[in-house]
């Protein structure tokens, strides 16, 4: 078989690295891909990380080659170990995502791969002499964080490296707008609409008080980032207030939200809830969700 080889990430190989994040962005969001110009983008800076991605000091993308071919790839982040970064990043080193092909005919050596290219991540992590050393699967495209469920393949490849589960599980959702409640008329009940922290809020009201709110971010698949996945939007905040209406006031405010996508243009709405919180997931399935996948977020290398 032609060696393998891991080296640094050149803009030459930028075609190839997209199709194989794409290709894991796939099996857990479907229909929605990422175009060249966003992957190249996350690789110098994260924009939808504004508290966080300002401490970074350091980027590194690696990629393990064979037969001119990208068959596993990985992004390092190295935090700074001053004062303004928050603490629990300070002094840190991250695996910010790495994927690679599972062994197939034309991959024999995928594994190998992936484990070369683990090797040289840990060495730079050494090099960098941090406090301590995690990984993630947060790629550039919308619910792709964590460790999915659906990456057996990379999973495997953390286990075996050293790299334990020690954060939370979050279960990942989506709805076709069609299959949510409908709006209904609303005795008593107005609904503003504003701009919230999330995107757009739906607040219901009445006699001058909020009863609760929903906010939803139509804004996931910009044409500048995705090349795929119009028509996706998600569930930034959910809130009613128990004493109002109780569950009926959530399925009302998931039809407003509804009917305020329908003329939107989209077709598909995201939800992220714990995996512990079964009660408001069970809500979610009711009211027309179908889980997609679950993700571990936090993994820490301890070798």
Same mark, same amino acid.
């Given at each position: ?22 290709l894991h ?15 190249l983008?996350a ?7 504004f ?10 993308t ?13 992004h ?8 303004e970064?928050?603490? @629990? ?41 941090v406090?301590?050393?995690? @990984? ?17 393949h ?20 989506c ?14 009940v107005?609904?503003?609409r ?11 009201? @009445? ?15 910009r ?19 128990p ?7 959530e399925?009302?405010?998931?039809g ?24 408001m ?23």
């Amino acid at each position: 078989m032609p060696a393998l080889e891991v080296r640094p990430f050149r803009r030459a190989d930028r075609d190839q690295l997209t199709e194989l994040i794409n290709l894991h962005v796939a099996t857990v969001v479907p229909g929605v891909s990422v175009s060249v110009n966003t992957v190249l983008s996350a690789l110098e800076r994260r924009p939808d990380e504004f508290i966080t991605d300002p401490w970074v000091s350091e980027r590194v993308t690696l990629v393990a080659e064979q037969r001119d071919h990208i068959v596993a790839a990985a992004h390092l982040l190295r935090y700074r170990a001053d004062d303004e970064v928050g603490a @629990a990043h300070r002094d840190v080193g991250e695996i910010g995502w790495l994927v690679h092909r599972p062994p197939a005919s034309y991959w024999p050596d995928s594994d190998r791969a992936a484990d070369l290219l683990m090797s040289a991540c840990l060495a730079r992590l050494a090099r960098w002499r941090v406090r301590a050393r995690y @990984a993630s699967g947060d790629l550039p495209a919308p619910a792709v964080y964590g460790l999915p469920r659906n990456w057996p393949h990379i999973r495997a490849l953390y286990e075996r490296s050293g790299f334990r589960h020690v954060g939370d599980t979050e279960v990942i959702l989506c709805a076709r707008v069609t299959d949510l409640p409908s709006a209904q008329p609303w005795p008593g009940v107005t609904v503003e609409r504003t701009l919230g922290e999330c995107g757009t809020r739906l607040t219901a009201y @009445a006699d001058g008080r909020a009863l609760g709110f929903i906010e939803v971010d139509t804004a996931l698949s910009r044409p500048e980032r995705q090349t795929r996945g119009t028509g996706l939007a998600d569930i930034g905040n959910l809130y009613t207030d128990p004493s109002a209406h109780g569950e009926d006031l959530e399925r009302r405010l998931l039809g407003e939200a509804a009917d305020w996508l329908r003329l939107c243009g989209v077709d598909r709405l995201l939800a992220y809830e714990a995996a512990a919180d079964g009660t408001m997931i069970d809500r979610l399935t009711s009211a027309g969700f179908r889980e997609l996948t679950r993700t571990d977020r936090g993994w820490e290398h301890r070798p």
